[in-house]
Nanobody, 127 residues
Framework: QARLVESGGGSVQTGGSLRLSCAASEDIFKNSCMGWFRQAPGQEREGVAGISTRGVVSTYLRSVEGRFTISRDNLNNTLYLQMNNLKPEDTAMYYC????????????????????WGQGTQVTVSS
């Protein structure tokens, strides 16, 4: 049974927007630091954004600061990533992930901390 399910990916032109969602099972969502990661073909996976359990602390990859916003709905166990002013270099498979060992997100962009991963949703930005 899938525990993290992403949706919302698609194809947009440069400058466009997308909102990614990640539906999570309650048992892994409520006490976990949650993060978004991405991986482009031939490149390593990189952390895009992370958010603490109560949404107080959020962290962003420098190249997306000011354009992307991570948020979470703890009542509905859903993680979001609002992506504005998209650029071709944002093209990648986007994954949500849960760090079930901590809700603090001290190293929110470190993929090795995350133990549960979704299957990913593709984002393609054309110039």
């Amino acid at each position: 049974q899938a525990r993290l399910v992403e949706s919302g990916g698609g194809s947009v032109q440069t400058g466009g927007s997308l909102r990614l969602s990640c539906a999570a099972s309650e048992d892994i969502f409520k006490n976990s630091c949650m993060g978004w990661f991405r991986q482009a073909p031939g490149q390593e996976r990189e952390g895009v954004a992370g958010i603490s359990t109560r949404g107080v602390v959020s962290t962003y990859l420098r190249s997306v600061e000011g354009r992307f916003t991570i948020s979470r709905d703890n009542l509905n166990n859903t993680l979001y990533l609002q992506m504005n002013n998209l650029k071709p270099e944002d093209t990648a498979m986007y994954y949500c992930a849960a760090d079930t060992s901590s809700g603090a997100c001290y190293r929110a962009l470190a993929s090795d901390l995350y133990s549960v991963w979704g299957q990913g949703t593709q984002v393609t930005v054309s110039s």
